[in-house]
C-alpha cells in the first residue's frame, strides 16, 4: 500500500501530506477519515475527541468522517450515516500535498440494494486551504441508478463554543434533527450555539463562514454540489451520554457539514459521475 504508513499508537493506516506554506493534513485510510488539518501557522482546525476510538469498523470520532451513500437515516442502511466512514480505502495517488483514496465496495459491504460502484476521496492542502472532493462513479456494468444521500461531517475546533458564530444561514428554512425534523425559519443574523443544535439548512449558500471572536480567527466554506448545510453540536446532556466524547468537549467544537440530505437523493445512472467539493480556508479578523 503505497505511500500509506502505520500509525504506532493505533496500528491503522494514515497518510500525511503537506504544502509548500505549510499546511499539513492526515487522513486514515479507514473511511477515508481525515483527522488533521493545520494552517500555514501550525494551528489545528478539526476537533477530534480525546475519548475518540481508533477501531474499525467504529467510525472515529470527530476529524471529517465521510457519509456515504446515505446521510443519517436517509437510505436504506440501518447504520447511521451509511458504510463508508466504517470501511478501509485504498490510496490510489499521493504526492506531496495530494491524496486520493478510493472504496470500490463488494456486495456484503454494500448493505443494501446499491449496484456497484466507486468513492473516491481526494484531499489536497493549500495556502491555509483544505480541499476536498468526493466523486462517486455508478459502474457502466449496472442496470440501474445509483441513489444516495451524502455529506462531510466537518468537526471544527474552536476555543470557546460560547465565542463563536456562523455566519450565512440567516433567513433559511431547516429540518430540526431534535423536533422530529420539523421545518423552522432562522431569523437569527448568525447562528450562535446556546444548547443542543442539530439542524438541517435547506438550500444553503455555497459561501459560509465560522468566526471565532476569541481566537480572533474565521474558517470560510466554499461549497460546490452539496446543496445543503448541517449545524450541530450535543451540548452537555447528549455530550454525557457519548461513551467516545468527553462531557465538557461539546465547549471545543462546532459541526458545520456540507450535505446533499434534504434535497437528495441523487439517482446516478450507470456510467455516470457525480462530484461534490468543499474548499476550507482560514484567515484572521
Not at 503505497?2 to 509548500?20: C, E, F, R, Y
Not at 492526515?26 to 475519548?51: C, D, M, P, R
Not at 439548512?201 to 448545510?229: R, W
Request: charged content about 20%; proline content about 5%.
Amino acid at each position: 500500500m503505497a505511500g500509506a504508513m502505520t500509525d504506532s499508537a493505533n496500528g491503522l493506516k494514515k497518510v500525511q501530506i503537506a504544502s509548500p506554506t505549510g499546511s499539513t493534513a492526515e487522513v486514515y485510510l479507514h473511511g477515508a477519515h481525515l483527522t488533521s488539518w493545520k494552517n500555514n501557522n501550525g494551528e489545528e482546525q478539526i476537533f477530534v475527541s480525546k475519548q475518540a476510538v481508533f477501531k474499525p469498523p467504529k467510525a472515529i470520532r470527530g476529524g471529517i468522517p465521510v457519509c456515504f451513500p446515505q446521510f443519517g437515516d436517509m437510505g436504506p442502511i440501518k447504520a447511521q450515516h451509511g458504510f463508508a466512514r466504517n470501511t478501509e480505502f485504498t490510496v490510489v495517488t499521493l504526492t506531496a500535498a495530494s491524496v486520493t483514496l478510493s472504496l470500490t465496495p463488494n456486495q456484503e459491504q454494500r448493505q443494501g440494494d446499491f449496484p456497484e460502484h466507486t468513492l473516491f476521496i481526494k484531499v489536497t492542502v493549500g495556502n491555509d486551504t483544505l480541499t476536498q472532493v468526493v466523486q462517486v462513479a455508478n459502474s457502466k456494468a449496472s442496470d440501474k441508478p445509483l441513489k444516495f444521500t451524502t455529506a462531510l461531517h466537518t468537526y471544527f475546533r474552536v476555543s470557546d463554543i460560547s465565542q463563536v458564530h456562523v455566519e450565512g444561514l440567516s433567513g433559511l428554512k431547516y429540518l430540526d434533527n431534535m423536533q422530529n425534523r420539523q421545518q423552522g425559519t432562522d431569523e437569527q443574523d448568525v447562528i450562535s450555539v446556546k444548547g443542543e443544535i442539530d439542524r438541517i439548512y435547506v438550500e444553503a449558500p455555497d459561501q459560509l463562514k465560522i468566526v471565532n471572536k476569541q481566537s480572533g480567527k474565521a474558517v470560510s466554506i466554499h461549497k460546490t454540489n452539496f446543496p445543503d448545510a448541517v449545524v450541530w453540536n450535543p451540548w452537555i446532556a447528549k455530550a454525557k451520554g457519548m461513551a467516545d466524547f468527553e462531557d465538557e468537549e461539546y465547549k471545543e467544537m462546532i459541526c458545520v457539514e456540507v450535505a446533499l440530505a434534504t434535497t437528495g437523493p441523487i439517482e446516478l445512472p450507470p456510467g455516470d459521475n457525480w462530484v461534490g467539493t468543499q474548499v476550507l480556508t482560514t484567515s484572521s479578523l
